[in-house]
């Protein structure tokens, strides 16, 4: 788990700025654009970077009735911390921690025999019923049974340890593999599927609580996937699934992370200069530089050397040469803010500075991935806490 700073004003070599009243109006956009589903704020990852049990909290308060995660050690700690409710997690490996899910009262995914043998016996070993959500691939090709093949057979296995009273089946449930283009063909394959393979389990005889396929792409563009409930999680940050779809704004979302630093040196160079180790950038001619503490070890993509942008009293610099593991230098085109004035990496974007986005682009990824990867080194800060109202 992450830091936690609590005093927003101390002067911190970096911190992100956590916006959990950004998290909670984004939580209500999203209950509102699914309204005939239930929402589930998917916080894996410790919620994607951004801290899970603050925003597990928020997202709780805001009406999210499910939490989400990969693991189930995640899913065990949210527990811990006092999280109530329904949490569900879906990645488990032979061995796993299948007693302690039951008796913390997890919903747990299995996609596969092996899985629903382990869960059953840790079920007559509790002396407890298991909540089992059964996984189906309908075209991810990832986790999940397979139609025509051994779905048949989770599905009947699954009924027959119900009967016994080692489990309750709560849920059927899919991914997709392209929700984040919409019109891609397997999205309509990828639902008809689901709807053959809820039709083939609902004829047997299971009563899921909740059926559910819809990420946030799909809960933002496809209202047809939406179900009985939506599992969202990149969106309840207030970011685009994909840029193609289009911006936070055009949702109704903000994001929630603001990611900043304190410029811990300024100085003047001559023409020349070369910057960073490799000395990939060399100043076009006499200039100011910037150095800010952060590097790749803190999760900031060495992939963005040379590209990632930088917000420094109201202009836009960019990284000058490379990223190294705890800082790279920018050039402050003769400019010379104080030392300790804040070099702000990505934000919302409405107060002049990048987003995640911009970050995503210049490293050659997703935003996903620049949110995420944000390092423990780096203390989260929460604001607006206290719900307003
Ligand atoms: C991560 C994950 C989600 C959330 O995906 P977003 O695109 O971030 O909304 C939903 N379901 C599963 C199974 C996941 O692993």
Redesign the pocket.
Known sequence: MNETATAPTAPLRARAEIDLAALRANVRALRARASGAAVMA?V?SDAYGHGAVPCARAAVEAGASWL?T?TPEEALALRKAGLPGRIMC?LWTPGGPWREAIEADLDVSVGGMWALRELVAAAREAGLPARVQLKADTGLGRGGCQPGGDWAELVAEALRAQSEGLLRVTGLWS?FACADEPGHPSIAAQLTLFREMLAYAEGQGVRPEVRHIA???ATLTLPESHFDLV?????VYGIS?SPELGGPADFGLRPVMTLSASIALVKHVPGGHGVSYGHRYVTPGATTLGLVPVGYADGIPRHASGAGPVLVDGKWRTVAGRIAMDQFVVDLGGDEPATGTRAVLFGPGDRGEPTAEDWAQAAGTIA?EIVTRIGTRVPRVYVNEEQAG
Do not use: D, E, F, Q
């Not at 599992?231 to 969106?235: D, S």
């Open positions: 998917v894996k989400g990969a879906w991914h990420n946030s792409p599992r969202t999680g990149i969106a699934p996903y």
